[in-house]
């Protein structure tokens, strides 16, 4: 069934309104990592606002960032006054400078992580890669902007973003992927990146017991999508993700929402529908 919604899900034409559209037009490696960082930091509210901080930020850079971070304070002038959520300039600045940092040090940030992956379980690995970044920049100020833009996985949340970008780089690459860490990062070690809006896709499908999104979460997702593919079981992030967008899912029995979605012989809200008495589904 997952795989019919996969199939059904137009990759190539969603992947233009998605930020990963950005880390594919990077081309070189080195900058498509730091637009990968950049990208799905700011990956935090509405999509159309999203992709404009990203390509605002990009603008400010004023060429490649892999060439601006070499400045660090020209950087931060550049991107003095900018402001997404409760991120500022010099928190994307501090941020870029750390990775490019970690970036120039260990070959590649994908080298990095796959480091820590060799010794540590994935949350654990991904938080030493955080504190790799973070300690080139963004701990130095030590507020709530830089603690939320490049969060620890250690405080158990669902660090979505961060798995994002682990999706996007680690993953074979595809339509929407971009795999440049493929050959570093086994897919099989990814977690779904789970927003409040997947959660609830997750529960209408029975994926999750869970009450609330956490990596516990992600992680119980995970294992149900291993069962499909345990290979690559975070391939069906994407096709999920846009599946709720389009249908605007309701996350409960309603005929005019529900109606078409590629899901609906698994959703919880649907079982026994057969026998549902007349008039018992909203429209
Ligand atoms: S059938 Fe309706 S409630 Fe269930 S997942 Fe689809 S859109 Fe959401």
New binding site residues.
């Given amino acids: 069934m997952l795989s019919e919604v996969e199939r059904a899900t137009d990759a190539v034409a969603r992947v233009a309104r998605d930020p990963v559209s950005l880390v594919r037009a990077a081309g070189d490696p080195r900058e498509a990592e730091l637009v990968a960082v950049l990208a799905s930091s700011l990956a935090f509210g509405n999509v159309t606002t999203i992709l404009a901080k990203i390509r605002e930020v990009l603008a400010r850079a004023g060429g490649p960032l892999v060439s601006a971070t070499r400045d660090p304070r020209a950087l931060g002038r550049s991107l003095r006054g900018f402001k997404h959520r409760l991120y500022r300039g010099e928190h994307v600045a501090a941020l870029l400078v750390g990775a490019a940092r970690v970036q120039r040090q260990r070959g590649s940030l994908g080298a990095a992580l796959a480091s820590h992956l060799e010794r540590a379980p994935l949350q654990e690995a991904l938080a030493r890669w955080v504190d790799e970044l973070r300690a080139h920049g963004l701990d130095g100020l030590g507020d709530a902007g830089a603690r939320h833009l490049l969060p620890d996985p250690r405080a158990g949340g669902s660090s979505k973003r961060l798995l994002l970008l682990l999706r996007w780089m680690a993953r074979p690459p595809g339509p929407v992927d971009v795999g440049l860490w493929s050959g570093l990062i086994p897919a099989s070690r990814l977690l779904i990146p789970l927003d409040t809006h997947l959660f609830k896709?997750s529960k209408?499908l029975g994926l999750t017991s869970r009450g609330a999104p956490s990596w516990r979460a992600a992680e119980e997702i995970t294992r149900a999508l291993t069962a499909l593919d345990a290979a690559d079981p975070t391939r069906f992030d994407f096709p999920l993700c846009h599946l709720g967008m389009v249908?605007g899912?309701?996350?409960?029995r309603?005929a005019a929402?529900?109606h078409g979605?590629g899901?609906?012989p698994l959703?919880v809200?649907?079982r026994g529908a057969a026998r549902a008495p007349p008039g018992s589904e909203r429209s």
Avoid: G
């Avoid at 899912?249 to 409960?252: H, L, N």
């Fill in positions: 896709l209408n249908q899912c309701p996350s409960r309603d929402r529900c979605c899901v609906k959703c809200h649907w």
